[in-house]
Structure formats: structure tokens, C-alpha cells
């Protein structure tokens, strides 16, 4: 009987059977393992975020200033396949030898479907526990304006359908509400949000910082302002009331004589008690009391509205289109053909 | 008080107005009586309401927009102090003069101003007889020895202050519910005073809001105030001063220093471009302060040197804030003005309309962007020649599927030249593999999530190898690779230990119980326990019987169900040793006799037929 030597071992048919054996026996364990308990948490969180953008350079998520100019929003939709080779790329440092890459190989889709789940987790708000489900199309939006460094923590809220009135609310658990799995700030001035589904309307409102009074000014005009008028016994504003009022529904804002920026108050009180649908004078005293003056004065956090304009609530107000921009205009087949380097 | 406001809801009064104002009252009570001959006395009682004056108590201010020291854009917001006491307000009179027959007029005596940069001396810390305008005597107590004030000049009282038939107008009560943080604020009973002003803040300019005390002085204000007919006018200028004087300084100060903005030429004050006045006509008048780059004060500049002549006035500040209106446009106008688009759009230089200047040209051409979100980026390729390439980031216009996998395989990267294309003009398109690339280099900027990652392939593969070898071993020892079999022992121990602990070890049987019950205890367990108690009482048993349950019949003893696990294998065995020993000695004795007597041939004969002779003669027949 000759000598056997470790290379004998080693190199028999056997030996290297129990190997490849192995990557597939891996996998299969991996793969009876419930989505959740396959990766390290650590691993998993990580993956995650990458997924999600973090850390990826901006110059890599938007390659030239043109396509995100000053005071611009753009939405987009996450492309599942860039992220996915972002992650093959992460994925790939570990590995050295053949078998490192045929056992990677193996585990891909397992990895790729824990990392599915992990996604939703990463920005969990109010006890939502998303629980494991097939990774959704991620759109968002990335936004560059002097609203984003001047607000801090602005609200982003996207529905999945109308939800009614646009300045109405809706609960954290609206389950018309789409999950925003990352809210970030890249720059003072850019925020990126990116979206669980694609929502048809988006709101984004400024933040809440207890009562402001306030006037509006007409943009363009130095000068030019108004209030809009409210009706004090119900708080409700004049142009939403039914049927509309004679007269004016916001009054022009009066100024000092040769003052600086400094409101007339008598004269905006008396603008405001000469239409007489504000109830001014029905309520305490005759004329704009203080508290009928704050009233008048109210400022709530504007919200802005992205969505169907047909579906508008607010008569005259400009709404701005998200619907139009979502139309796709080339199918993906033809752009997976044009990506494999096919020619039409 | 019945609960009146919801959550969410607030609700505006315009006034708190006290019984009694700050001061001191008399109650005289007297009594006179009808009866003949009765006399009385008058009683008089001193009483004295307090109420701040100089200095407001920290806790007494729940919040100001904007907040302290903040920058942000104001420009349409008005400034606004939310007081904890609803009453305060009105809690001293402005002009004694107002009240008439006692009776409080409602006229509040704070008033919130907001000036900007050179319009007032803020005064930190004065005694209070430095905190009014010289000549202005109030009577009474005093709440504390020094306060905060401002001087200014009769020109800002006049173009910013409230005028007196709008101070009533920006004060109000609010009332909300406790249980609302958001409009609460962690006040105690949910009634709060709000002071606003008049005044809107400018962009680019420094502020600082004043809640000023008018007690005394309440005539300075203006009775009305013009209305501005020319509404553009109001903008011009953010500062109340801009006469020639000022101007020339200001003009030498900019020249001289780097200071770009208004304020910061007010705030750097090296050079004095103007005479300065003796002062000597004002001794009271404190020396300028210099309160550290401060909002409001002119270092080196006193407010009397600004608009020499003019009336100057101090007023006690009961609490003030500073800062910084930033750009003009509100929240409103820029989220109507934004440019909205998918991402693969790009504005294109607007047209040139008739009678207005071109825009200038670009300096470089516009990206060659298709629809389908990529872009055309200049490049230099491996072999050093400048090229140009298509690239696209994961933000695309489209929505776009997914690598699905073949075959149960999904498709997996090992190099990022594998994810380079060729697009349909001949130029690269590298937008996968830069997403490699970068995906690549970042997890090389966490060692320890790769180091992770690798621990549990390498874990996971070496157990699932070391499976798969097992179950190899036996054909590899059919083929003779013997020397293999050196790690056999250790092979076949694991291949038992990975059997043995399938299925969570169900092969071990019950898990033992954290605790074994207890032995029987002789006299204890196993015994009537009414005898048991007979015996401990030194009673007749059938008296205690008759006693527990008359005329019953006993059933059972009471018992202790009692379990004993093998505590401890080695002395059992021992202990197996010497009670098994007699068993063993008989059945040596018994294998003894049956061999000797059949050596001895006295097996069958003789002997009583026994079971299996019978057996035997059954098989015979």
C-alpha cells in the first residue's frame, strides 16, 4: 500500500467534493434561517445603510451641479441595480480565492434578501416594526434650497393616494402613509429623502415652532403684503368660506411713515374691522380687539403640496406637479438592453 | 374651570386684566349703625401688590421668536415674547393718569421692541436710578437694586416704537391646554400673555428685542402715527438712521475696515469720522458700554453722538434677546419658486426677452444628459487618453427592475471590470462598476464590519464543511487513504456530538429539573399524619381522629411524591458494586455446582426433571 500524503488527501476527488459540498450545505442552512437571523447585526446594519446612500459621495449620486441647481427639487427612483452593485462591491472586499467568490456567490441572495429586510429598520419612527416583506421601488427626492439650511428639521410626509383636504392631518399609523426610510441633510442647503414605495403626494412643511404671527409677502414686490382675513367666530379663513364673502379675503399691509419695516397697526385693525364678514365687531367690543388683531395675524407652518393639481383643495393656490415627472418615457427593457451594450 | 380647550386648539383673549394694580391701597372699613347712641371706629389696612418692575423672574418667560441668538429668515414673522403670568401685562399702569377712579385702565405697561443695530445703548446692569429717563420718578417699591435698560432717541421712539392706541392691540392672552406640549410649553396652568411687536425684522441685520417697561413714561409714545403711502419705502432702508453725518462715518468706517455689512461696520467702530460732542451737558448719562460685539450697541458711538440734539430716552428692559433676520425670502416664496423636476432634467438658460440685458454666456457647455439619467462625463482611460464616458448614479428619472435570480443563482460581481458596458454610441458607460468601485472602497473604510462579515462566512463554511467531511469519511477509508484516518477519532467524536445535538438535543431525553425533590423522611412522610399528631400531642388517637372529622373513615396516608435523579454516577456504581455483590457470588455459586456436576456426568440423571428437561423430551417426540 503506498504512502499516502497530505497532498493525496487534499488533492482527492473525494476531498474536494466535501468542499464544494460545503458552499451549497451553507447555503441551504442559511437559506432555512427566517429572514432577519441569517447576518451578524452588525453586518446587516450596515449593508442597510450603504443600500440606503450613507457615505456614498454626492458627486456620485448627482455627477454635475446642472442636474440639481440652486432653489430646485428633483425626484427620482432609486436604481435597485446600482445600489445592488454597491453592495456587491462592499460585498467583495473579503473576498481572496476562488472559493471565496463560489461561497459568496452561494450566499448572494440570501445576503441580498436579509439586507432587503434591513432596509425598513434602519429609520424606524413611533414603534413601527416593519415586518420582513419584498423589497418595494424607493423613490425620493434630493432638495437644494435656502429652505433646507434656514429650516432645520423640516417635516416630509408622503401618502400613497389623495388623503384629503391639503392642510389636513394625518396620524403617524395612516396606513396611506408611506415609510421614509432616510431624511437627511448632505449639505446645509440639500436634503435627501428617499421613499418606501411612490407616493403620489408629498408634503413637506415647515417646521413647528409654537404660534407665529406674521404677514405674506407678494414675492417680487418690495413692499407688497397682506394677511389673510379670518372670520373670528369660527377661525376659519374668508376665501375658504362658503359661499365666498363681499369683499376682500385678505387686507394689504399698512406701514409707519418713514419707518423701517415697521407695521401701521391702527390701520391694519381698521382694514380688518371694514370687512365686515371678519365679525369683528360681533365678537367682544366694537372694532379689532387684541385678540381679534392676533387672530388676523396667525401664521401656520405653510405646507407645500407635491400632487395631482386636479386634486388641490386650496382655490387658487399654485400646486406643483409630481405626477408629471413620473411618467416614464423609455421601458426598462429597452434600458437594460442599452446597459447589456445592445444597440436597438 | 371646566376644560375648554382641546388638544391642537388654543384659544386668544384679549386682555387679564388685574382687580388691582401694582401698589399701595388702603382698605379703610367702616361701620356705622342706626341705633341711638352707637359709635363706631374706621379700621385702615395697608396692603401693597407687588409685581416686577425692573426685572422680570427667568422663569417668567416661556419663549421668544426668534429664538435667542438665532439666524434664520423672520423677515415675515413678527417678534413675540410669550409670557408665564397671563396678568403681567397689566399688572402696573402705564400713566396713573389712565386709571380712572382706580379702576385699571387695560392699558398694558410692557411693550416689546425690536431695534436694529445703532438704533439704542443697551445699559447691562445699572442701578435703576440710571434705568429711566432723568426726571421720571416712580413711587413705590422697587423690585431689585439694578437693571438692564436701553437709551434711545426720541427719532426711534417715534419711528419704532408702538404708538399709544396700538399697545393695547399687541398684547393678548392665550389659553391652551396643559396636556399640549407643543403649545404649552411646559407652563403650570395653560394661561399665557403674549407681547408682540410692530416691527419687521430686515434681512442681513442684527436685532435686538427689548421687552421694555413704560411705566411713567407712557406719554413719549406717539398718539398715531402716519400711514406710509408709498408701501416700497418702508424697505429702503433697514435702519431708522440715515442722515448725512451718519452717513459719512459709516462711509470712513467701511473704507477703513474689512467689514462688508452696515452692522458690521457698527460693530468694528475703530475710526470716528465726526466730532464728537462735550458731554458735559448730560453728567447723568453713563459712559458707552461696550457689551462684547453685542447687538445694539455702537462701541465707541454713543446714541447721542449719532443724532446730536434729539431727546434722549431710557427705558428699563425686563428682558431681551438678540438675533439675526438672514435672507428675505419666508418658507412660502422659496417652496413656490422651486425649480421642480426629475432628476435628469436641466434648465435651460432662460430666453432673452425683448429689452432686457442677455444673460451672460456660459462658461461651459450643458451636460449631454439622456433620458434615462445618464450623463456624459469627461474621463481618462487606463491607457492615458483623455475620453468621455456615460455614467449614471442611483438616482434615476425611470423606475428601473432588478437582477433576478437565474436558476436559484443570483448573479454576483467579483471585480468592477465586470460591470463595464458599452453603450449604444461606442462610449463606455461605467456606471455600475464606479457603484462597485465605491461600494468596494467604503467597506474598506470599516474594517470591522468586514472583519465581521468574513468571521461569519468563514464560521458558517468551516461548519458545513466539516459536515460534508464526515459524511465523506467512509468512502475515503474504502479508498484506502488511510493516513487520513489519524484524525478519525476526532472526526467520528464531532460526527456523534453534531448527531447527538440535532434537533435541540432530543436525543438526551427530558432536561433534568433545576431542583430534585426530597427523600423520604422516616416518621415524616409515609405516616398518617393524624397519628403523627396524636403521637406529637401524647393524645388518643381516635379522639384526634374524631376530633379532625368525626365519623369518617380514614382514606390513605398523606405522601410526599419524592423523585431521586443519579446524583452522582461514580458512587452509584460503587454502591451497584456491594449490593449486587451477594447477587453475583449466588449466581457464580450456581454456574459452579451446574459445571461440576456436569463434569461430574450428574447433569440429567438424578436430578429432578426440571423445565428444560422437558423441553427436550417435547423435542424428542
Redesign the interface.
Known sequence: MAPVTRNTYLNNPLMLRATSEAVTLDRDSNANKPVGDRLPGKVKTWLARLRLLEGVPFAHLVPDAELLPLESIRFFYLDREWTDALVQGALSVSTVTTLDRQHLQALHLQIREEIDAEERRVRLVGGDDPAPAAAETISGFLLRSRAVSGWPALHVRAYDREIGRDDADAPQAYPPRVRVLRLERLAPAVLLCLFDGVPRLVHIEEPRQGIQFGIDFTPGEIGVATIPLRDVLTATRLDDVEPPPAGITAARVPFRRNAPGVIHVRELANRIANQQATNVDAFEAAGVQSAEFAMQMLQFPYRQVFGDPAQSTRPGARTLTYDDVFHPTVSMAQLRRWEAGERE | MAQRVAPGQ?V????AVPDLTAGTYVVHADQSFTAPDATSSTLDSYIEVTGPRYKLPPDQVL?T?P?NKSQ??F????P?I?LKRRTLPWEREADPALAVGGVPSGVPWLALVVL?DGECEFLNAKPIAQCVTPGVVLAGRNDTPVGDAIVVTETVVR??F??K??L???????EVDLTDT??A?GDDDGWLA?V?S?????QNVRYRACLISLEGQYNVLLD????????????E????YDNPLFGIGLREIKENTRSTTVADGWSVGVTRGYDTRARNDRPWLPPPVDSGGGTGAIHDVDVDDIDPGDPLYTFPVLANWQFTC??G???????????????????LPPAGRVGRKPAPPRTRP??E?T???H?S?SHVNRAGEADSVW?????????????E?LF?????????DQ?R????DGRE?L????????????????P???A??????KE??E???R???V??DG??SL??????MSGFAARITSRILFELGRDGGIRFGDIRPPVDGGCPIDGLDNVDPVELIAIGFGLPIDTVRELIAPGVDRPGLGETPATRGPSDLVNLAGRTDVEFGHLRNTALDTVTTLATNALGGSAVPGGAPDALDELLSEGHR
Do not use: C
Not at chain 2, 479508498?479 to 487520513?484: F, L, M, P, S, T
Open positions: 388654543f386668544l383673549h384679549s386682555s419663549s421668536f429664538p434664520g429668515s423677515s415675515s414673522r413678527l413675540q410669550v436694529a419711528k419704532v408702538p404708538t392706541e396700538e393695547r392691540l399687541l398684547v393678548h392672552v392665550r407643543d403649545l410649553m403674549v408682540l410692530n416691527r419687521l425684522p430686515q398715531q402715527a402716519e400711514v406710509e403711502p408709498n408701501p416700497p419705502a418702508a424697505f432702508n433697514p435702519f431708522v438672514t435672507d425670502a419666508d418658507f412660502q416664496q422659496l417652496m413656490l419658486q422651486l425649480d421642480v423636476g426629475m432628476l435628469d432634467t436641466v434648465r450643458l451636460p444628459v433620458e434615462t439619467g450623463i462625463l455614467y449614471r448614479g442611483p438616482l434615476v428619472p425611470h423606475p428601473g427592475g432588478r437582477q435570480p436559484g443563482v443570483l448573479p454576483l460581481l467579483h471585480s468592477s460591470a458596458r458599452i453603450g449604444p458607460n456606471s455600475f462598476a464606479a457603484a462597485f468601485e465605491i461600494g468596494r472602497l467604503l467597506a474598506l473604510g470599516e470591522s464590519v468586514v465581521a462579515f468574513l468571521n461569519w462566512r458558517g463554511f461548519q458545513a464543511r459536515t460534508a467531511l459524511g465523506t468512502q475515503l479508498e484506502e487513504v488511510r493516513d487520513i
